[in-house]
């Protein structure tokens, strides 16, 4: 049954492929790029410049959770420090969905599905991030989820929580606390830590799974827990990469 409404989907895609083909006029290659693997599995296809030397960003926002232009530019800027891509293109777009307090992951994958406007195709890789309202389905007491990284080109950013952390008169900046949660999803998309990137050296933590060991590296697990982020005011900067994730991303075909 699964595997029938499966091809019926399959069917449905390419119908729908063909009819944009037509109307577009251009040489569709219907072989479409997949986009709905692990992540961790283009970490390679974003770092270099083999397969696609374009990379685009779709960004979709909720109304009022809008990111700032200041961390487009800082990821634009990341993009062209740590991959091989000559034409780097954010764009945004605001959708209309129905928001809901709290996304799970099959909700997030849903509004992906139903908004998602491009796709990668010759020599374009595509990325689709998503800034919703609302809040994780796995926020507890003691963590909230400021982004989480889903597929092999696919993030979301959960705004609301990022601007309740960053309104703490203790806490970092918006621009700061955003730019750093979008700089570590887009780089689980690369791979790190040891999540469809190989390492060098062994500097996975243990304990948290596709993390760094290095506490003031951009890929420690706390990045991601706005109930972390007080503890970044004392240089409101965003966190870099250390050594060892910069050399697996070197490894792997990046910068
Ligand atoms: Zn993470
Ligand atoms: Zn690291």
Redesign the pocket.
Known sequence: MKNIFKSVLLILFLTISCNEDDSLGNVLNTNNYPYKQQVGYSASDILSNKNFTDIYIEVMYVDGFRPSAETLTNLKNFIGSRTYKTNIVVEERLINISKKSTYTIDDVRNIEDTNRGKFSIENQLVISALFLNGKSSNDTETTTILGTSYRNTSFVIFEETIQAASNDILGPSKIILESTVIL?EFC?LLGLVNLGTSMVVNHEDAAHN??CTTETCL?Y?L??NGKNAPHWVKNEQIPQLDTYCINDLKANGGK
């Open positions: 570590h689980h596709a993390h890929m697990y990045i991601e």
